[in-house]
């Protein structure tokens, strides 16, 4: 045991691979939050009057809420007053016309994270709406896009171009009051991204957006929002990496997706931010509220993650299944190493007739972490023929690590079917000894184990990250064996 | 009553009846827990482990003491025991209980026991049932008027019957009682406690029971709630277990308008194993809430529960078990199953299976279905000419006794499934098959 332990410290010394700085004047507010800043983001942006109303409001609200504390993650508290609510990387001259505009520095730190975003755009036939920081500087594959009738733009822009969507759908699935984050959010979002898919469209590529925190004490406000028209079908990837820093950074996103009649939206999400080092100093604070409602007959949202990022999770992607025979998923891998803390579920509100809902949740802890899976699984009078099956296991490595599971089932139908299951152990002894008694080395024995653990969540991911999720994986829990 | 309604007038009305109690030797830390549960409050819905059962109606609503009465019933367990002992509203009667048949077991009122060492049995109550969540035990603590002392030194055969009674005529009457076993090392008992009564008022009835296992010790503890539909019943049982013993528990939830069953077991050596199975019957407008929580304490320590839970009518069953590993032991092993049957659209069942994991190397599992009878099964029966409803009754039934087959007295599984069927539809023709 000891001399694993020694490897153990040895190889999970590896550093962040991402850990780096961009130089870029930041055109940035001062720290602190009041009316006032609100205001200034919404007239930075020459937003519409109704969006700032609505800000305001959720900025009112926001102040008379307390932060929760349900759940099982411990953090210094958090001073809001600290943050800086708006920061934009300076455009050279104006904003890019095209991707051969857009700052040299930038495209290096995508360089640098092995996306080199127009070649690999190009190859792999994604469409890339990157998010540096908080304003959306490249976009390409538009023309494509837009013949198939897809608007597929940054919030900024969808504010600016399609008004009445936005004041349409925005806030109709996680209302500006709906808890702390939501509201913070609403009331001072930065951007993000916006896709709207016409009814009977089939998106003809995979829509991604890359994720990079980059200006100092800048916490960042993504608001996404995706709406899949009667029979329309999306894929979305959302993956990111942040440079290194030890400062903790306030991540506070909203995604909304609204799925019609006959509409398909998935959306996976790979999240490797800065995940503090091996003594817990440092790492980003993700609070995310993501929240998905099947408005029509026969829609499914699909939410796949894996996340191996951030100091602290805080995330529960939820179906609300409100048309008849609707269908939500839910697929996570979610590893802890180090002193990090997830703490990430799902929730599935049946309220149509026949919906199905599917829970796969890999929980993997090592070091001293704490991994927490919390679902809610909600059947009402109205769901007759509900059906939910819900699979949550967590893996072990390390003695002072911990992993929890707080599952609530409530079912108010008789006609309704509902399962869950649950196990907790380590990583298995014998499983070990038969890799490396056929000459595998431990750490490859790991790897080897944690993938086939994880297996009925990857096969669920979009090919492109199928592969980067994999690799991912094996840096973040490299020689966890304990 | 004023015609604004006191939204804190049961917990004046406890504080009343705490300043109201003559002294004893006890009150020093009977003091303590009262503060701590002033200080907390009655649970609301915002408590976590409260979600499922709102207590705004009761917290409205003052209680005043049971007086001393005489039971006017019996328990339809009494077959399996030679002398059951009965406690009326909290009091032992005869108000010395003696039960000299079996030299390994020694009974005295809790009253007698505060008299006689009122420091040891002050230490002996300071629990680990008494959390947040869990403050009626507190509450308990504070106002228990008396109770049974239970002592166990060697291996008693005979089931020793307790027959808890609330017997009173007021619908504002609270019964503060509670019962301490102590099973010596090596020693093994088998303790049925029932409690039934309530008369048709709305009697509050605030039950504590501590069981403590020695190294090697075993018991079987069974736990019957058969009180009126109008009894709102909190009912707080404490196990704590040195190492190899081994407790088997049962509890059976088949009246009560409210019923809240809180089992807080701590597995404190190595070897200790714990099997708790719950039958949680809702049936009209009864809500049971069920709330198990098991810590693993020591390495080598072993838990299982099981939980049937039926919900009919209006009714309501809550599920809730946690099971907590702490950080530095190794080899725990947990299991945790609750199934569930919902017949009625205007039922529900909530179930929170929930494990908390600080130390790696364990083996914990827990499995939660809700759902309705299994359609092959009843295929099964329908294609050999049984009607279906009686195929229905038959696998409700089924569905639930399962869960009994672990009882080693007969005579107690025996009557416990009269009193099941009763409570079930088609009770004559389950009757007719038996």
Known sequence: ?482 | MSAARDKDAALRSFEAAWHARPGDGIAATRAEAMRRFLALGLPSPRDESWRHTNLRALAGRPFADAEPATPMRASWLAGICAAPIAIVNGRPLPAAPARTDDPALSIESLRASIDRDPASLAARLGSIGETESERWALLNRALFVDGLHVRVTGRVAAPLLIVHSAETARDDAAVHSRVIVDVAAGAQATIVEHHLGGDGHATLVNHTTQLHLAPGASAEHYRVFSSDAHTTHFDALEITQAADSRCRQFTIALGGALLRANLSGRLDAAGAEHDSYSLLVGHGARQVDCVNAIVHAASRTTSRQTARALAAGTSRVVFNSRVRVEAGTAGAQSNQSCRGLLLSPTAEIDTRPQLEILADDVKCAHGATTGRLDPNMLFYLLARGIDRAAAQTLLIYAFLDDLLTGMSIPGARHAIEEALIAELPGADLLRAYR
């Open chain 1, 1 to 482: 045991m000891s001399s694993k332990a020694t490897d153990v410290e040895t190889l999970l010394s590896r550093k962040y691979q991402h850990g780096f700085v961009t130089d870029i004047e930041s055109d940035s507010l001062p720290p602190g939050l009041d009316e006032s800043v609100v205001t200034a983001i919404s007239r930075k942006k020459n937003e519409p009057q109704f969006l700032l109303d609505w800000r305001l409001k959720a900025f009112r609200h926001w102040l008379t809420l307390r932060e929760p504390t349900w759940a099982t993650v411990h953090h210094p508290p958090i001073d809001y007053q600290a943050i800086s609510y708006f920061s934009a990387p300076r455009p050279p001259t104006d904003a890019p016309k095209s991707i051969d505009e857009v700052d040299p520095k930038l495209l290096a730190t995508y360089e640098k994270l092995g996306i080199p975003l127009h070649e690999r755009a190009r190859l792999a036939g994604v469409a890339v709406d990157a998010v540096f920081d908080s304003v959306s500087v490249a976009t390409t594959f538009k023309d494509k896009l837009a013949k198939a009738g897809v608007i597929f733009c940054s919030f900024s822009d969808a504010v600016r171009d399609h008004p009445e969507l936005i004041e349409r759908y925005l806030g109709t699935v996680v209302p500006p009051a709906d808890n702390f984050f939501a509201a913070l959010n609403s009331a001072v979002f930065s951007d993000g991204s916006f896709v709207y898919v016409p009814a009977g469209v089939r998106c003809p590529m995979e829509l991604s957006t890359y994720f990079r925190i980059n200006a100092a004490k800048t916490g960042q406000f993504e608001r996404t929002l995706i709406i899949a028209a009667e029979g329309a079908t999306v894929s979305y990837l959302e993956g990111c990496t942040a440079p290194m820093r030890d400062e903790n950074q306030l991540h506070a996103a909203v995604v909304e997706l609204v799925a019609l009649d006959d509409a398909k939206i998935k959306y996976s999400t790979v999240q490797n931010w800065y995940p503090g080092d091996e003594n817990g100093v440092g790492g980003i604070y993700n609070f995310v509220t993501k929240r998905g409602e099947c408005r029509g007959r026969n829609a499914k949202i699909s939410w796949t993650q894996v996340e191996t990022g951030s100091a602290i999770t805080w995330k529960y992607p939820s179906c609300v299944l409100k048309g008849d025979g609707s269908v939500g998923e839910f697929y996570s891998v979610a590893v802890a190493n180090n002193y990090q803390q997830a703490d990430t579920g799902t929730k599935m509100i049946h309220i149509g007739r026949d919906t199905k809902s599917t829970i796969v949740s890999k929980g993997i802890s090592a070091g001293h972490a704490v991994n927490t899976y919390r679902g809610l699984v909600k059947v009402l009078p109205s769901a007759t023929g509900a059906r939910n099956f819900t699979q949550c296991d967590s893996l072990l490595m390390g003695s002072q690590c911990a992993a929890h599971t707080f599952p609530i089932v409530e079912v108010r139908n008789p006609d309704a079917t509902v399962e869950h299951e649950a196990s907790t152990s380590k990583i298995g002894e014998d499983q070990l000894f038969y890799c490396l008694q056929r000459g595998v080395s431990a750490e490859d024995a790991v790897n080897m184990i944690v993938s086939g653990f994880c297996k009925a969540v990857f096969k669920e991911l979009p090919m492109e990250f199928a592969v980067e999720a994999q690799n991912l994986l094996s840096v973040s829990l490299e020689g966890a064996v304990g």
